[in-house]
């Protein structure tokens, strides 16, 4: 294990953190870049920036080999206005190319960069198998996909190893899609969305740190690669799941698809679009996942 000093954008996040705990219990001396300072961690060196600004602390790549780049204002979080819409961009270039900039101007070690990318990068495409050669969608999601995939790609004129992952719908009790999802069916009241028959490119949440440590560790690892369960479910597949594994019942009938666009408008691409990623490049590369379906998945998180 020669990377050993691992700098994380995006660390406050929930992967970030989980991320972070994992990269510490296996010996890797990790710190964070933040808007905030966090003085009360002591295992935790936080470099203050402010992308929107141009700053960064210019020691926080002292010593560091690898950049693992998770920084993005929340995809689903609030309605995609078109000032909402440049922030989700500019929040994953910007702020590499902050980094990048200060690479430029500094003597550093730096040899790799692992970065997120997003699964919609595809759109919706139905019942056809993705695979990383799919050409992107060209909608919101997918243009920002490519510009964010491209931002990080520009760390190739310091020679640097660089892994991108599409990442899918992260299942996690603390955070993200699933608590949504499950909340309605422990009420009694849980049905799948639109016609039910779109693909939900899931993964557990220790398969995506493990992933991530799995690039960290493989140095012969590079390019794009999907982040996702080898095993695909339909969003009405996932919903009867998480309700067996709650022993709650499937009663009401599905949402129809108008109301999710009335609801959420152009941001209800993302549970109305059908993403039937493949995950067979990774595991060629030799990742073997912990959760590859949906039943143990769910068992391990509410079990």
């Not at 296996?26 to 700053?55: A, C, M």
């Amino acid at each position: 294990m020669s990377a050993k000093n691992i700098l994380i954008t995006g660390g406050s996040g929930l992967l970030g953190k989980q991320l972070t705990h994992e990269l510490l219990n296996k010996g890797y001396s990790v710190s964070h870049l933040s808007r905030k300072p966090n003085p009360n961690n002591t295992r935790i060196k936080t470099f203050v920036w402010d992308v929107n600004k141009g700053e960064i602390d210019p020691a926080c790549i002292d010593g560091v080999d690898t950049i693992i780049h998770l920084a993005g204002a929340g995809i689903a979080d609030k309605r995609w206005t078109d000032k909402r819409k440049k922030e989700i961009t500019d929040s994953r270039t910007k702020s590499i190319a902050l980094v990048y900039n200060l690479m430029r101007n500094k003597p550093h070690r730096i040899k790799t960069v692992i970065s997120a990318s997003g699964i919609n990068y595809y759109g919706d495409c139905g019942d056809l198998i993705l695979n990383e050669d799919t050409p992107p969608a060209n909608d919101f999601i997918g243009n920002c996909c490519v510009e964010w995939e491209n931002a990080v790609d520009q760390g190739t004129e310091f020679g640097l190893r660089i892994v991108k992952y599409r990442t899918g719908v992260v299942l996690d009790k603390k955070g993200g899609a699933l608590p949504k999802l499950a909340m309605p069916v422990k009420l009694g009241v849980g049905s799948a969305l639109g016609n039910g028959k779109q693909w939900v490119p899931w993964i557990h949440t220790h398969d995506v740190t493990g992933m991530y440590i799995f690039a960290l560790e493989n140095e012969s690892l590079a390019g794009v690669f999907n982040m996702v369960s080898p095993m695909p479910v339909t969003n009405l597949q996932l919903t009867s799941s998480v309700a067996a594994q709650l022993k709650r019942p499937l009663l009401t009938p599905k949402v129809p698809a108008f109301l999710i666009k009335l609801l959420f408008g152009e941001m209800a691409s993302l549970v109305l679009g059908s993403v039937r990623a493949s995950a067979l490049k990774i595991e060629n590369e030799g990742y073997q996942f912990k959760y590859a379906d949906i039943g143990s998945a769910l068992k391990e998180i509410y079990g």
